[in-house]
């Protein structure tokens, strides 16, 4: 997935710097968010984020002849936040009557620690995926009513027209099925 979305940012970005504006639309899009919750771990002001993340794109929009090749995107766009919000608390500093020790930004190591944390739970996700995958339909069916949509058994048997020991059997074949294929 991951992949996927480097090559489809490679691509999207190298038809912006050829000219098509709905690319960039696109490469807006994509990033905004993931860029806002970056930001989030960095500053608690959000009108200030905003403002910093509009000027990066505005940067990329109006530079675009000038930037050359980019090899990943999304670190730039991470790295020129960075940079936009220090340069724009730096300025607020100097205005400001407060003591530069009295300011609190996030270290680098938190929002190190949060992205390691947030691929590792994507890495968890679709190894559930990849072993969920190779039950039988009726027992993903079952486990998923039960574990991730919080049914009760009574309910399963209702939604797939079983009886009650067969959805009782159908979760234990499936659940000794997952322990044999982690383990």
């Not at 691509?11 to 806002?36: E, K, R």
């Amino acid at each position: 997935m991951m992949e996927q979305t480097n090559h489809s940012t490679e691509t999207l970005l190298a038809s912006f710097q050829a000219g098509n504006m709905a690319a960039f639309s696109q490469l807006y899009n994509l990033h905004i968010n993931v860029l806002f919750n970056y930001g989030l771990k960095l500053t608690t002001d959000k009108e200030l984020l905003k403002d910093c993340i509009h000027d990066i794109f505005v940067k990329l929009y109006t530079k675009k002849d000038e930037l050359g090749i980019i090899d990943n995107l999304r670190s730039y766009l991470f790295i020129s936040l960075k940079n936009k919000l220090c340069d724009e608390l730096r300025k607020r500093m100097y205005m400001s009557d407060t003591a530069v020790e009295e300011v609190s930004m996030a270290t680098p190591t938190d929002v190190e620690d949060d992205y390691m944390e947030e691929e590792q739970r994507k890495n968890e996700f679709s190894l559930v995926r990849r072993l969920l995958d190779q039950l039988s339909p009726r027992q993903r069916e079952a486990l998923t009513l039960y574990y991730i949509e919080e049914k009760k058994y009574e309910d399963i048997c209702e939604i797939m027209n079983m009886n009650y020991q067969s959805v009782r059997n159908l979760m234990h074949r499936g659940l000794t099925k997952l322990r044999t294929l982690a383990s």
